[in-house]
């Protein structure tokens, strides 16, 4: 069964600094695709980025980019010249195989907090 | 085009009621899932449907909780009855599925239910 382990329940940092955060999964399957979502605080739930587990490429999309470490099942989140804005709880989440629904498994998340 | 739209925002229900919790999903949309939030357990899966057809009833919450979609742009989510664990916040989310594989879900801003 798949799982998604964010560790990381509150991280804080100064506003225009760099952050990661850290994301963990298991798989059985050898073809998967790995997500980021923010939530803010008044609840939504926004789609960022993704990372296809057959590209070796890290996924950078604006001042979000990620670390894929396939050997690690890890995929952290970097956010670049963090904003006031950037303060939300990120989700990492996971989807199995090519084929059928986008059936997602989310972790647990990481509230970011950004100081001005 | 519209996103995702769940109504009622804010639910009040007492212990052994039944309640009715409504999804909108984006127009052209052909996958839709009913998440569950809680601060302990994180954003767990309960249903979901791949052009109208339920594909996962829930498992551990298909005692009392049973998700149909009548049509392509409306599904609904009834808790019976309800206890005071089921306190939560109820999303609801569309992609566009049919192979476009994406995993980028569409969410709406989410039902909050308390049982008293």
């Known amino acids: 069964a798949q799982k998604v382990t964010q560790t990381q329940t509150s991280i804080s940092v100064m506003e225009k600094t760099t952050v990661t955060m850290d994301c963990v999964y298991e798989t059985q399957d050898s073809s998967y695709f790995l997500f980021w979502y923010k939530q803010t605080a008044s609840g939504e739930i926004v789609f960022l980025i993704r990372?296809?587990?057959?590209?070796?490429e890290n996924a950078t999309v604006g001042h979000y980019s990620l670390n894929f470490q396939k050997p690690k099942s890890s995929i952290g989140l970097i956010i670049t010249a963090t904003q006031i804005e950037d303060s939300a709880v990120y989700f990492c989440?996971?989807?199995?195989?090519?084929?059928?629904?986008?059936?997602?498994?989310f972790g647990k998340g990481t509230q970011l907090i950004i100081q001005p | 085009d519209a996103g995702v739209t769940q109504t009622p925002r804010h639910e009040v229900a007492e212990k052994g009621q039944t309640i009715i919790l409504k999804c909108e999903p984006v127009?052209?949309?052909?996958?839709l899932f009913w998440y569950r939030q809680t601060k302990i357990q994180g954003l767990e899966l309960l249903s979901y449907?791949?052009?109208?057809?339920?594909?996962?009833d829930g498992g551990a919450f298909k005692d009392r909780f049973k998700a149909e979609m009548l049509n392509s742009s409306f599904s609904t989510l009834k808790i019976q009855p309800t206890e005071p664990k089921d306190s939560a916040v109820y999303l609801c989310?569309?992609?566009?599925?049919?192979?476009?594989?994406?995993?980028?879900?569409?969410f709406g801003e989410g039902s909050k239910l308390t049982v008293l």
């Open positions: 989440a996971m989807r199995e195989g090519t084929g059928g629904a986008d059936r997602l498994t």
């Open positions: 990372q296809d587990s057959y590209k070796k």
């Open positions: 127009s052209g949309h052909n996958d």
């Open positions: 449907f791949r052009s109208k057809s339920l594909m996962e």
């Open positions: 989310a569309s992609s566009r599925g049919l192979g476009a594989n994406t995993g980028q879900l569409y």
